[in-house]
């Protein structure tokens, strides 16, 4: 039922109707309730407000929805619906009870591989205190677009594996990436999804909230030792293709000191985003106010001069003039006074036997004597 209403609106179906597109969203985050089971006891329990609908995000794991509401959930983010998806408790479960395979990846030689949607590949990371003091960056991309998750575990005294870390693979230009720096600095992570909710509610706060995800990694530095990272499947149907790479930080700190400065000027940016929105949401009522004033004006003008006109032609006794149709009779005859002078130029036009009667200048009878000459 609920699935049959969510297309019912559908915004394919309802392109300029806003009040579908709100339907939409809401049956959407119903979606996300009913497939979730501690969301669904909270709202048993005290209804939306326990679930914080204003803020919350659709946030699934897929290898729990079947193939029916996987279908679905990939539908939705096509049309531009915010979900987040979350590793598989399966895969947690396994890293957890050490029953994952690591394989060694070496810095400086990049690994190309394919993994199975919501499937990880575990890597290991070794580092001496030197590469660890000039810091670390493992980096993922995928040149097929894929969608992924780079993770960080750390490891526990029983040999299991615990999340510590997670970055979501994000478009940058013809390649989905992810990457996770430990260089000594705080190094801030871009979550995309942070108020995207109120934000398509307001085009304006698309803007102004686009930096509210910017928040610094929790970990800055690793330590010498071994460390694990993973690459899961995050393609709702297909295996990702990826290429992951380690590197230690030595030979790039020209780039080090580079995005230190830039994230800098980020952070001063959304400092100044936050004031510029109050100035700028004055200014827009002030301006929604006069375009408002100015159209009542307008019509109010548009209404005098119209009454003005009436008072005008009232002040008469005759009846009301019809629409003169001259115009119209001028047109009929000067057609037929053309028509008329056409006939008469016609019947002045010389006949064949009136033609032979006239006489060209060069036309000069000449006698000729017939009589013998002498």
Not at 175 to 188: E, I, K, N
Not at 288 to 311: C, F, G, H, P, V
Not at 318 to 337: E, L, V
């Amino acid at each position: 039922m609920l699935l049959s209403y969510n297309f019912r609106y559908h915004p394919d179906k309802n392109a300029n109707d806003p009040k579908a597109a709100d339907i939409f969203k809401e049956v959407t985050f119903s979606y996300n309730i009913l497939s979730d089971l501690d969301k669904r006891r909270q709202y048993d329990t005290a209804g939306f407000e326990a679930i914080e609908s204003e803020s919350q995000e659709l946030e699934l794991d897929l290898s729990n929805l079947g193939a029916v509401n996987t279908m679905f959930a990939a539908l939705f983010s096509k049309l531009g619906v915010a979900i987040k998806t979350t590793v598989s408790a399966t895969v947690l479960e396994e890293a957890l009870n050490g029953m994952v395979t690591i394989s060694p990846l070496q810095l400086g030689q990049p690994l190309y591989k394919k993994v199975e949607k919501q499937c990880a590949h575990f890597y290991s990371v070794t580092l001496t205190e030197q590469e660890a003091q000039a810091g670390f960056v493992c980096q993922v991309k995928s040149s097929d677009k894929s969608k992924f998750k780079l993770l960080y575990f750390e490891q526990d005294e029983n040999g299991g594996l615990s999340l510590e870390l997670q970055e979501d693979s994000s478009k940058t230009g013809k390649v989905t990436s992810a990457g996770m720096y430990f260089l000594g600095f705080p190094v801030y992570r871009l979550d995309e999804t942070v108020n995207s909710t109120a934000a398509a509610k307001d085009p304006d706060a698309a803007f102004f909230k686009k930096l509210d995800g910017f928040q610094p990694c929790e970990i800055t530095e690793l330590k010498a030792g071994t460390h694990v990272f993973a690459v899961y499947g995050d393609n709702f149907f297909k295996s990702a293709s990826y290429t992951i790479e380690a590197l230690c930080a030595a030979p790039f700190s020209e780039e080090k000191e580079k995005l230190r400065a830039v994230e800098a000027q980020i952070l001063n940016k959304r400092v100044e985003l936050s004031k510029f929105e109050t100035e700028y949401r004055e200014v827009l009522a002030q301006f929604t106010e006069m375009t408002s004033r100015y159209a009542q004006e307008m019509q109010a003008i548009d209404e005098l001069l119209k009454q003005r006109n009436a008072i005008h032609a009232s002040y008469s006794t005759a009846p009301p003039m019809k629409r003169s149709s001259s115009s119209s009779k001028s047109r009929c005859s000067f057609k037929d006074s053309k028509r008329e002078e056409d006939h008469q130029a016609r019947d002045k036009k010389p006949t064949t036997r009136d033609r032979s009667k006239k006489k060209k200048w060069y036309n000069i009878h000449l006698k000729v004597d017939k009589r013998k000459p002498c």
